[in-house]
């Protein structure tokens, strides 16, 4: 990746349940000092006024740069704009199935393709349960293309106290894959103790 002088990452939100990944991923980057490129999906604007309190505006205004969905002749659906990666949080069956067949609608998939063509990283939270064949199919596919499929799970060993904690966790450990620390994660064997397990050295 060419050296922009500034970390970028482009941040997706689409229409899948769990918004509060995408809110949390734009917090992190403010945090961390990266700067966050915003395309948020027309279902997640109507995800967003049902799961949270915050406004499509107030969402916005966590963002460094906010693009319209249509807009594909936006810097994110070009190669040539220096990046660290792309994360999808939340990630919905739909947007995840876009991206895999590459004939990408908007300028959230236009941006993934992008991301995947350049070889930077695409991390993708996907949303579903339970998985049919055709999901898994899929997934396999973005796998093999170099996506990273990282469902949001909870992380009980970091005992969250609260939802916040348990969003917060999965966020952070999505942002690891970009090189990205966020001193929110509670690490194994860092902030958390270690147990004695079996040979393998697994708990």
Aim: charged content about 20%; overall charge neutral.
């Amino acid at each position: 990746m060419a050296d922009s002088g500034q970390k970028r990452l482009v941040v997706g939100v689409s229409g899948a349940s769990g918004v509060l990944y995408g809110v949390r991923a734009l917090d992190a980057c403010r945090a961390l000092g990266v700067e966050s490129h915003l395309i948020v999906s027309r279902a997640a604007a109507l995800t967003l006024a049902q799961e949270t309190a915050l406004s499509p505006a107030e969402l916005s205004a966590k963002a460094d740069v906010t693009y319209r969905v249509g807009d594909i002749g936006a810097a994110v659906a070009s190669g040539s704009f220096a990046t660290l990666g792309m994360i999808i949080a939340p990630c919905s069956v739909r947007t995840m199935s876009e991206i895999a067949t590459g004939v990408t609608s908007s300028l959230l998939t236009r941006a993934a393709d992008v991301t995947l063509k350049e070889r930077r990283p695409l991390v993708l939270l996907v949303r579903e349960t339970p998985l049919h064949l055709g999901h898994l199919r899929t997934m396999v596919k973005l796998a093999e293309m170099g996506a990273t499929i990282a469902p949001p799970l909870p992380a009980f060993y970091a005992k969250p106290q609260s939802l916040e904690e348990m969003v917060d966790q999965s966020v952070g450990r999505a942002l690891d894959l970009f090189g990205l620390s966020w001193d929110l994660v509670r690490r194994w064997g860092e902030d958390l103790p270690t147990v004695s397990g079996g040979s393998d050295g697994t708990p």
